[in-house]
């Protein structure tokens, strides 16, 4: 992948402590190509459940949690994989068509038993340079894929964010706010802050932080109803850190069905979440070409055919509420996009919707003609 030129690139922050507060493409505006499996987590058994725990230390105002460190094998192609591991997602990435007619998984579950083939495309994803997918996949000891109509190179990751070895995070004992508005940090989500690291222990992808422009939702085509949406959550950090190699989460919030609001993509210790302390918005990977100054939020879940939930859709409402107001936008307006990098411009909403800025279903046609309404509700006096 790309990144912005160090000339380009207004500050770097250094690491947070990681107590203050998804598809997508490269922080210079280019448009990714396929997705390439990253193998760098190697597969591991429960055997490795008590002797991988992390160490970091407790500070002031913060309890040490454990969280599931999280287990990988990557496959290519249709052919049968097992895992170690109790898989609970499978990721997929795939060149050639951004649809996933045709394409099917089928799971064995943990007593051998195989399960009927499911329709890939029923998850509602797509990207306009190929197809990406997170498959629910319970706890199975296997899967076979079936390829997309005209798809090449097929890839796909055995993940287990829920029952990898135990991982101590140092997790903040209060509740955080952004302006009012409790959210879950990095730490209380569990993110394992090693992923955004190359091996020589340099950032992948170093911050760097831009006005804000705009303001696009998402959703994350995923399994409506989701048990765990903490462990999701983990699952998309890995795809879009690793698998994908942006060096982190591609959104700057996510936010689950009952109305918890997760901060996404690392910004650093001193400003609000997303942003620096000049107020300035960090780039994310959420819409190739137009990430600089472009504030994603990603609700969870498939959104094609029913709505969010009414917890979700007042918590995306009181959060963008905040955010426009503190960048003094006016959320019903239309403006033209001008990407600081290359000098791209795109008259879109001011809150948008991913497909306002590519082909692509995002965020779900449901959740797309919900649009309207919510700029109403952000722009109504509270």
Not at 75 to 89: D, L, N
Not at 199 to 226: I, K, M, R, S
């Amino acid at each position: 992948m790309t990144v912005p030129p160090t000339s380009h690139r207004p500050k770097s922050r250094v690491t947070r402590r990681g107590l203050i507060g998804a598809a997508g493409a490269v922080a210079a505006g280019a448009a990714i190509t396929p997705a390439v499996m990253a193998t760098t987590n190697s597969e591991s058994t429960d055997a490795d459940a008590t002797t991988n725990a992390d160490t970091t230390a407790v500070e002031p105002g913060t309890t040490s949690e454990n969280f599931p460190k999280t287990r990988t094998k990557a496959a290519t192609g249709e052919a049968h994989v097992e895992a170690a591991f109790p898989i609970a997602y499978v990721g997929l990435t795939w060149a050639g068509t951004r649809e996933a007619a045709g394409g099917g998984i089928r799971l064995t579950d943990a007593d051998g038993s195989q399960g009927a083939w499911k329709d890939l495309s029923a998850n509602g994803c797509s990207d306009s340079n190929g197809g990406v997918l997170l498959v629910s996949a319970g706890q199975a000891s296997a899967y076979e894929l079936k390829a997309p109509d005209g798809a090449t190179d097929l890839r796909s990751l055995a993940i287990d964010t829920k029952q990898g070895p135990a991982r101590k995070v140092a997790v903040p004992q209060d509740t955080t706010r952004v302006r009012g508005i409790a959210y879950l940090t990095r730490a209380a989500w569990g993110a394992d802050e090693s992923l955004r690291f190359k091996p020589d222990g340099t950032e992948n992808t170093p911050t760097a932080y831009y006005p804000f422009q705009t303001l696009t939702v998402h959703h994350t085509a995923t399994v409506n109803a989701d048990p765990d949406p903490a462990a999701t959550v983990r699952a998309i950090y890995e795809l879009h850190a690793v698998t994908n190699d942006w060096g982190d989460i591609g959104y700057h919030f996510l936010i689950d069905e009952e109305g918890t609001i997760y901060e996404g993509r690392f910004s650093g210790d001193d400003g609000i979440p997303a942003h620096d302390g000049d107020g300035n918005l960090v780039t994310a990977f959420h819409a190739a070409g137009f990430n600089s100054g472009n504030l994603g939020i990603a609700l969870l879940g498939t959104l094609t055919t029913q709505g969010p939930t009414e917890a979700a859709r007042e918590a995306l409402t009181r959060l963008t509420r905040v955010l426009v107001r503190f960048h003094g936008v006016d959320p019903k307006a239309q403006v033209t996009y001008t990407n600081p990098i290359n000098g791209t411009t795109r008259d879109v909403p001011e809150i948008s919707g991913h497909r306002d800025w590519m082909e692509t279903e995002c965020p779900g046609q449901v959740m797309y003609d919900e649009l309207a309404a919510l700029r109403d509700a952000v722009a109504a006096v509270r």
